[in-house]
């Protein structure tokens, strides 16, 4: 996705690798991106975490004979042993199964949540940006007015409305609810992006504006939406099991890490793998995502700050 | 300047208004304030419930009980909860608990985050570098509620540690205290400390990512140099042209960082039993109390803005460029 990028910084930070005769441009700007994100230690283990933990979370299921709505009669409460490598809760049911769904949901809804409100700050961001006057004035205050209340008290205040129903509606308000900051990073960059010789030159030739937006805008601030998905995918785990925390996101007999966490919090002194592994589990899996994210902006974004000083610092 | 900024300011209460109907709207539409009543065994008489929808106002439309409702709140009556308690008379002492638990978290919050984030910057790729990036990926991936209930945990070791009550986790206060003005003030600090910290900690997390890559901007600025070739010492220059500069950015972060401190704080709240406004915010979803959990959001608006609003001063002051 990122090799098809006409991104302009490319040209500044191409000359300072070395041209492949035999490979096209294309190709090796993604060569470039790939060899600089892999310069980043922290982002490689995180991205190989990220693997392992989905392996984990929809494969490992199929290792353990417990459901994760299944109780055990013959052990409550028991620590961590063979037959319950997490042990068990309160009613017996086996936390390693459990913490494994957990885990599923939180993954999936982070992912779909990243996806659907980038898109969602793509499309505002740039019809703000590239429009202008009032469809500018009028979506920026909806931005503002988003912003004003946190998503999570918006989406506590929802919750009665999708209690009993899927977790999807979950997904959806999430995104709907945290697009906003990198709206109004898009709306910057389209502001510039508008006034370039090439989306001139499509406009005088009468291209229609929202192609224009899709193939001259889009492409040019890729990176800026690859590395903001997934900087959302860590926030919307996190606003999804503060949700759930409180039971107001993932509902029961469904879990999420979420309610693990609030389930085991309060015997954790006594019990504490009721609430340890969902714990570990999910600052695992946020701190990976972030460290994606980061090294993510690191080799797409040469620009940035913090990149250029690393880089020359290496 | 003043100009401008009044201006801000009649957009801020205009987003005030827009955000607190929101609340409202949706509340109303989602909650069921009558299903406590309805779901009671043995059923009450329809006419219980009937007056309850009167005194309620469910037959009127959404945005007359919102006009209704904001009327009150002009005139400093915000309404009563479902059980008809006056919302008034419990605002001030919630506010103030909420206000005193985010005051210090964030002033503790933005001046170590500062701190921490410049002296990363000076001393880049040192072993204390690395320790804070660490330190605030860690914190920044962990969601409040671990937070509190780790440190609530660690206050617990540490007392059975120490054989006494070094540190309270639950309160602001230990009820029934008795006892003159210093020790008051003692048993207060010593519930205070957990709490403040659990808000602090990503506050300084976040504050100090950001202040180091802005203080990194300016380290290897054209400027500094010049004010050190002048004859100004290194320390000196940094934090007399450095810092200064590197604080503008972080300006508009600080009203950025504040949705955060708040859905931080409904978390603290809870956790550590302080009757906060977050603490009724979440009661007031399980209620289904509409008026209660407008209320909040209102508060909420209020000191967003409010934060930035001041971060829109703070630019102004710092950043000499900026005559409005």
Known sequence: ???????????????????????????????????????????????????????????????????????????????????????????????????????????????????????????????????????????????????????????????????????????????????????????????????????????????????????????NMASILIIDATITVGTAI?????????????????????????????????????????????????LSVNSVGDGLRDALDPTSARGSRRRSGD | ??????????????????????????????????????????????????????????????????????????????GSTITGQPITDELGARAGVSLRLFALGTVLGIAVGVLVGVASAIRQYKASDYAATLFSFLVLSTPVFLIGTLLKFGGLRLNEAAGSTVLYYTGEFSPGFQGGWWAALADRLSHLVLPTLAIALSQIALYSRYQRSAMLDVLGSDFLRTAQAKGLTRRRALFKHGLRTALIPMATLFAFGFGLLITGGVFTERIFGWYGMGDWFIYGVQQNDTNIVATVTLFVAVLVLFSGWLSDVLYAALDPRIRL
């Open chain 1, 1 to 219: 996705m990122s090799a098809s990028i006409t991104d302009p910084h490319s040209t500044a930070a191409s000359p300072g690798s070395p041209a492949q005769p035999l490979i096209e441009g294309r190709s090796g700007r993604g060569r470039l991106v790939l060899r600089r994100f892999l310069r980043h230690r922290l982002s490689v283990i995180g991205l190989v975490c990220i693997v392992a933990l989905y392996a984990l979370a929809f494969l490992g299921p199929l290792f353990t004979p417990w459901g994760y709505a299944e109780q055990d009669p013959t052990a409550y409460l028991s620590p961590p042993s063979a037959q319950h490598w997490f042990g068990t809760s309160q009613i017996g049911e086996d936390v390693f199964a459990q913490t494994l769904r957990g885990l599923q949901k939180s993954l999936t809804i982070g992912l779909l949540v990243g996806i659907i409100s980038t898109t969602i700050a793509a499309v505002v961001g740039t019809a703000a940006g590239y429009f202008g006057g009032w469809v500018d004035r009028a979506l920026m205050w909806v931005v503002d007015l988003l912003l004003v209340i946190p998503a999570f008290l918006i989406i506590a205040i929802l919750s009665p409305a999708f209690r009993g129903k899927t977790w999807l509606i979950l997904v959806v308000l999430l995104a709907a609810f945290s697009w906003m900051i990198t709206a109004r990073i898009v709306r910057g960059l389209t502001l510039s992006l508008r006034e370039r010789e090439f989306v001139l030159a499509a406009r005088f030739t009468g291209v229609p504006p929202w192609r224009i937006i899709v193939r001259h805008i889009l492409p």
């Open chain 1, 238 to 286: 996190l606003t999804e099991t503060g949700l759930s925390f409180f039971g107001f996101g993932v509902q029961p007999p469904d879990v999420s890490l979420g309610t693990l966490i609030a389930n085991g919090t309060n015997s954790a002194l006594t019990f504490p793998w009721l609430f340890l592994f969902s714990g570990g589990l999910l600052v695992l899996t946020v």
């Open chain 2, 1 to 78: 300047m003043t100009g401008f900024l009044a201006r801000r300011l009649a957009n801020y209460v205009l987003l005030c208004l827009a955000a607190t109907f929101l609340a409202f709207a949706l509340g109303s539409l989602t909650f069921s304030p009558l299903g406590q009543l309805q779901g009671r065994n043995p059923a009450p008489p329809a006419s219980v419930i009937a007056a309850k929808r009167a005194e309620l106002h469910l037959d009127e439309p959404i945005p007359a009980r919102f006009v209704a409702w904001m009327g009150g709140v002009v005139h400093g009556d915000f």
